[in-house]
């Protein structure tokens, strides 16, 4: 069946580093979405990739979606305390009738 | 926050009984999603509701069921509770189920505790 894996499941990285989650589908998604989920908390969205190739920034996040649609990358560079929490990817199939979530990244932010 | 509320949002219940958990959808959503999330592990898509009707499921048993309301509020019903549904459970509504309406807006979930 539909499996959504992202690499890798920790990272642990000190206060300015780089970070980066790869996230890989069995199967083309129709178009890739990325949340994050602070501990404790709840998935909140922070981006949607359409287009094969896409690239997307959000100030210090670079999103990628792979050309065959089947692959995304979530790149933060500097990284901060406040970026601490499960990263997750997610998408629906083409019919839009399943929602995929990834295995997660967890980063750790070390001041 | 995102306008979705989940109640409960603890719960202890033995394995066998039957529980209801509820989900009220941001004002405008007509697409509400439930998810199962285990500790250290991603969301499990259990099933979606659009307009009322069942409109796609993950790999859940039957014991696993819901309801959609006509203000689209929804219901997750599951029965012959298991130790193994203990759980985070996570409702999502967005604004639609096509592209661009898809996004996913979660509450803050219910845990489950099957003893």
């Known amino acids: 069946g539909q499996q959504v894996m992202q690499i890798p499941q920790y990272q642990h990285v000190q206060e300015g580093e780089d970070f980066t989650t790869y996230c890989n589908s069995s199967t083309t998604l129709s178009n890739i979405q990325w949340y994050k989920q602070r501990p404790g908390g709840h998935p909140v969205f922070l981006i949607q990739?359409?287009?094969?190739?896409e690239v997307k920034k959000q100030k210090r996040l670079t999103f990628q979606f792979g050309e065959a649609k089947k692959n995304s990358s979530l790149h933060i560079t500097a990284t901060q305390t406040t970026d601490v929490g499960t990263y997750f990817c997610a998408g629906p199939l083409y019919n839009f009738n399943k929602f995929y979530f990834g295995s997660g990244t967890k980063l750790n932010v070390k001041p | 926050e995102t306008g979705v509320t989940q109640s409960p949002t603890h719960l202890i219940k033995t394995r066998g009984q039957q529980v209801t958990l509820r989900c009220s959808s941001q004002s405008g959503h007509n697409t509400v999603s439930w998810y199962q999330q285990a500790l250290g592990q991603g969301p499990q898509f259990i099933f979606q509701?659009?307009?009322?009707?069942?409109?796609g499921r993950g790999n859940f048993p039957p014991r696993f069921s819901g309801l959609q309301f006509p203000n689209y509020s929804s219901e997750l019903n599951v029965n012959a509770l298991e130790l193994d549904d203990s759980a985070l459970y996570l409702c999502a509504s967005s604004l639609g189920r096509g592209l661009g309406e898809n996004i996913q807006y979660f509450g803050a979930g219910t845990r489950l505790s099957v003893l």
């Open positions: 990739l359409v287009k094969s190739g």
């Open positions: 509701y659009y307009r009322e009707e069942e409109n």
